[in-house]
Structures are given as structure tokens and as C-alpha cells.
């Protein structure tokens, strides 16, 4: 066990025992080859741990153990049990969320306070909702004649592949976990490479609350190895997937030679529609939240505003005032942070080389387009909010996914217009509309094409409302009753009660 945990003391002063090891049969493992993956600081570059990285032969091991737990203990287990150890996880995660807040914000670089507040509330507050959910699926008696009795079993998937990304670690983990335990399936899970801290120590509390070994199994690994021996493995009925539509297509693409049932939840570049009549300082304010919370880092972000031309100007000008009056670029500990640093380096460039396009492609920078480098020693992967304006609908800026602190602020004329544009990509997960004319907003939602929509707000997600995408933003659905229909499957049962050959 030594080597598969270290004593950690993070910037807070938090101090606890991170694992480091591969978690399968409720045991750490150390992975077959031994390689490893270092997670980075991305406030100050440095080196936090290194965590072992599986390999196909790991996930081999923990497919078995998913197997033989499915088979065994967890599929017969009474589902009011199966709630109560998922209800008792969810305590575990309140009990715990100061530690995993801290692990979350060292590891990805969100603010403490947010982490602790938003992420790690949704953690425990969807785990919560799911175990609720575990002794009330149920199938259907369905009348045809008197000489039949036919009714519906709904029975789980099986063993479920789980691919995580970085953007909300633990969140993601709970929107996965919830609904497939509830359900009574089991689970192997791959972290995201950027971000593999936090899910290492929630899965000791998942021994803690008392499930069953195999049932959970958590791996650390590449995309390009663990996540695709998940992806094909042939002891796996289903991948639920988040993260970009480019690897949502590969994993289609890998999934499809055993026909696995997927669940994908991929990219987008949501539109923000405000029209002359809206509530201005209102949709100011929504519209900041929309695009610059979590460092920009959020599928559904709204980076796409569209203005009517009357307000145009003036909600620029409101715009640009309030970026520079809330994001407060700093250390994500501090609490007069608003923004902390980009994920990884990786990111960082790629937020850079959208600035670079963006000017080269002729858009008109209305401000920040550069790094920020006046935090702390001058390190860490910080990027000033940048806001484009007199963009062009064929400029990459406005069609590209960024994933940035990073927004385009585009003029349209009438409602018909502003349709066509929100319209034109090839995404369609979230969307917001701002305007105090009820007809029209509702009307509005109709039209535009996006999993979601949000009536004079925007990010309004909520574990107990359906979350996700048309287009090439995903398919199916996670959250509400709806994520249950992904983790089940209806058996129907033909009873012959009187056709008598
Ligand atoms: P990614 O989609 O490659 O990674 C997400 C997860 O998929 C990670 O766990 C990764 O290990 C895994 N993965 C990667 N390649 C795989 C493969 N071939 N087979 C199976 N699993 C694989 O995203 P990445 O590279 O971290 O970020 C790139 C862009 O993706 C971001 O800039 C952003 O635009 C988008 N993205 C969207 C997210 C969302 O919430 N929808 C979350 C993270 C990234
Ligand atoms: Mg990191």
C-alpha cells in the first residue's frame, strides 16, 4: 500500500493521504506496466503526484471484477439497499467535500470557493437524487387480451465504461455514477489524464459506504490506451462518454464493433440571443456568467452572443465593464478569485491560437487576447478574458469550440435573423434567449436547435432537469428520470394465459 499513497499538503494547508494507485475489486492496484502520469499544478506548473496509469490488461482486470460483481452480490442485492449505499455515498462526499474541493481546485484550477460550493454540492446532491431513484424503476403490466399476461422487466446494461473529462472531475464522475448505479449496473471509470487527483480519493469512499468489491472501478489512464481498451472491450455492454466531439466519433466508431449501447456527451458552441426589449443589465450579467465561469471550460458555455443592432453598442460597452469589474484573474485559493488558470498547458495554447486566428481571420479584438502573467512568480497557465466583436459567421471564432475565457459578440437584425445564425453550427447543446416578451421566448425555444434552453438566463443545469445535445453534441440524455433510460434496457415477458393449441 506504501507506494500506492503519498502525504500531501495542499496550497491551503489541507493536508491527506492522496492515492495514487488503480482502484478495481474496492483494492489499489499498482498498474501492470507501471507507468505513470504527473499531475500538474496549473496555477504554478508544479508537479502535485504521479498516479498510475492503466494499460488494456489493467482494464481487463477491472472489466472482470465488474463482471463478476454484476453476476454476483450487486444485481440481487434488494434495490432500497442499493439506494441506501448510494445515499450513504452521498454523505460521505458532504462529509468529505472540503478535502475534495481542495483536491479539485490544486488539480484543475477552479476556485476553491466554487468547487466547494457548485461542484461538490452537485456531487453529493446528484447521488442523492439517484439513490431515490434506485427502488422506484420499475417496468409495466400491458394489457392485450384476456389470454395474455405481458408486462416489462427493466434490467440494467451490465458493465458500463465511463470516460471522464477534466472540466468538472468529480461532477462528471456523479452524473455517470448516479443514474448507472441506481439501475443496478456496474462500473469501470476513466479519469481524465489532466485531472486524475480527486476521483482517486472519492473512490475510498466508496469502499467506505459498504459497496460491494467490483462494483465501482476506477482507473487513471491515456485516452488513447485506457479509454480506447474501454471503448472496445468486449466484457463491456455500454460507454457514456464527455468530452470532445472528435473523440465522441471515435468512440462511436470503436464501440460499434461489439454494438454497445453509447451515450455521448460531446462539444458546442452555444448561442446567447438578446434582444432589444431584454432586461439589459440582466442579460449583461447572465451572458458574463455564461462564458467566463470555470475559466470558459464548459461544453454548454455560451460563447456565442448575439445582440440585436439597437442594443449592440451599448451591450458591449456593459459587456466589456463587466468582465473587467468581476473576472478576477488569481490564485483559484483566494477568495476574491473569479478566474484561476486554464486546465493545462495545452489548453492555454489552444485558447492562444484561437486569439491568433481570430485577429488573422479579421475579427476586431475588443479586449484581452493575450496571457496573463501577474499571478504569483509569473507562472501558471492564465488567460486574459477575450472578447471578439464584428465577427463574421465563416471565421473560425464564431464556428470552432475554444473551451476559453474566450467569447464572439455578433449584431443581428430581427428575430428571423438572429434564428439563422444561432442556428448555423454544426453543434446544438445549450442556448439562452433574452428577452421580456413570453411569446416570443417561448416561441424562440422551439426553433432553436440545442438539447437546452434558458429563458433570461444561462448554465442553469440542474441534476433533477435532462442535460444534453442535438447535433454533433451527443446523443442521449444524462440528469433527470431521463439519464435512467441510458442504463436500462426493457425486457418484455409474454405470459400465455389461454391460446390453447
Ligand atoms: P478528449 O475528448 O480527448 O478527452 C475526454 C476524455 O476522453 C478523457 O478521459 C480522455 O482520456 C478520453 N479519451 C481521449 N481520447 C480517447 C480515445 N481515443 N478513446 C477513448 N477515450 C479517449 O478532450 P481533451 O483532449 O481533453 O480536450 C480537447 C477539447 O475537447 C477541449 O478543448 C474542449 O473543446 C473539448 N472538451 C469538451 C468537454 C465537455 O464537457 N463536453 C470536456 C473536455 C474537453
Ligand atoms: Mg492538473
Request: net charge negative; aromatic share 8%.
Amino acid at each position: 500500500m506504501s507506494d500506492l499513497s503519498v502525504e500531501l499538503t495542499a496550497p491551503n494547508g489541507k493536508k491527506y493521504t492522496q492515492p495514487t494507485g488503480l482502484f478495481i475489486n474496492n483494492e489499489w492496484v499498482a498498474s501492470s506496466k507501471g507507468n505513470k502520469i504527473t499531475s500538474i499544478n496549473p496555477t504554478d506548473e508544479s508537479e502535485i503526484a504521479s498516479v498510475h496509469a492503466a494499460e488494456p490488461e489493467d482494464v481487463d482486470k477491472a472489466v472482470e471484477a465488474a463482471r463478476a460483481a454484476f453476476k454476483g452480490p450487486w444485481r440481487d442485492m434488494p434495490s432500497t439497499e442499493r439506494g441506501d449505499l448510494m445515499y450513504k455515498l452521498s454523505q460521505l462526499v458532504e462529509e468529505n467535500k472540503e478535502v475534495l474541493a481542495t483536491i479539485e481546485t490544486w488539480d484543475n484550477g477552479k476556485p476553491y470557493a466554487v468547487a466547494l460550493a457548485e461542484d461538490l454540492a452537485e456531487v453529493s446532491g446528484c447521488l442523492k437524487y439517484y439513490a431515490g431513484y434506485a427502488d422506484k424503476i420499475h417496468g409495466q403490466v400491458i394489457d392485450t387480451s384476456p389470454a395474455k399476461l405481458a408486462y416489462t422487466i427493466r434490467e440494467p446494461v451490465g458493465v458500463c465504461g465511463q470516460i471522464i473529462p477534466w472540466n468538472y472531475p468529480l461532477g462528471m464522475a456523479a452524473w455517470k455514477l448516479g443514474p448507472a448505479l441506481a439501475c443496478g449496473n456496474t462500473v469501470v471509470m476513466k479519469a481524465a489524464e489532466q485531472t486524475p487527483l480527486s476521483i482517486l480519493f472519492f473512490a475510498n469512499l466508496i469502499k467506505e459506504a459498504g459497496f460491494p468489491p467490483g462494483v465501482v472501478n476506477i482507473l487513471n489512464g491515456h485516452g488513447r490506451i485506457a479509454g480506447a481498451a474501454i471503448a472496445q472491450h468486449p466484457g463491456i455492454d455500454k460507454v457514456a462518454f464527455t468530452g470532445s466531439t472528435a473523440t465522441g466519433k471515435e468512440i462511436m466508431k470503436m464501440a460499434s464493433a461489439t454494438m454497445k449501447n453509447i451515450t455521448l456527451e460531446t462539444g458546442g458552441k452555444s448561442p446567447l440571443l438578446v434582444f432589444d426589449d431584454a432586461d439589459l443589465d440582466q442579460a449583461v450579467k447572465w451572458a458574463h456568467i455564461g462564458i467566463m465561469s470555470n475559466m470558459g471550460q464548459i461544453c454548454t458555455a455560451t460563447s456565442r452572443i448575439l445582440v440585436q443592432e439597437g442594443i449592440y453598442d451599448k451591450f458591449v460597452d456593459e459587456f466589456k465593464k463587466q468582465v473587467k469589474e468581476t473576472s478576477k484573474i488569481g490564485d483559484p485559493f483566494s477568495d476574491e478569485t473569479f478566474q484561476g488558470p486554464q486546465v493545462t498547458k495545452a489548453q492555454y495554447d489552444r485558447v492562444l491560437s484561437y486569439i491568433e486566428a481570430g485577429k488573422s481571420e479579421g475579427a476586431e479584438l475588443a479586449m484581452g487576447g493575450e496571457a496573463y502573467k501577474n499571478v504569483g512568480a509569473g507562472k501558471g497557465f492564465f488567460v486574459s478574458p477575450t472578447v471578439f466583436i464584428n465577427v463574421k459567421s465563416t471565421m473560425r471564432v464564431f464556428r470552432e469550440e475554444v473551451f476559453g475565457p474566450f467569447v464572439v459578440i455578433v449584431s443581428f437584425k430581427d428575430e428571423e435573423e438572429a434564428l439563422e445564425k444561432a442556428n448555423d453550427t454544426t453543434y446544438g447543446l445549450g442556448s439562452a434567449v433574452f428577452t421580456k416578451d413570453i411569446v416570443k421566448a417561448h416561441r424562440l425555444a422551439r426553433k432553436i436547435e440545442a438539447g437546452m434552453v434558458w429563458i433570461n438566463s444561462s448554465q442553469d443545469s440542474d441534476f433533477r432537469i435532462p442535460f444534453g445535445g442535438v447535433k454533433q453534441s451527443g446523443i442521449g440524455r444524462e440528469l433527470g428520470e431521463a439519464g435512467l433510460e441510458a442504463y436500462t434496457n426493457k425486457k418484455s415477458v409474454h405470459v400465455n394465459l389461454g391460446t390453447w393449441l
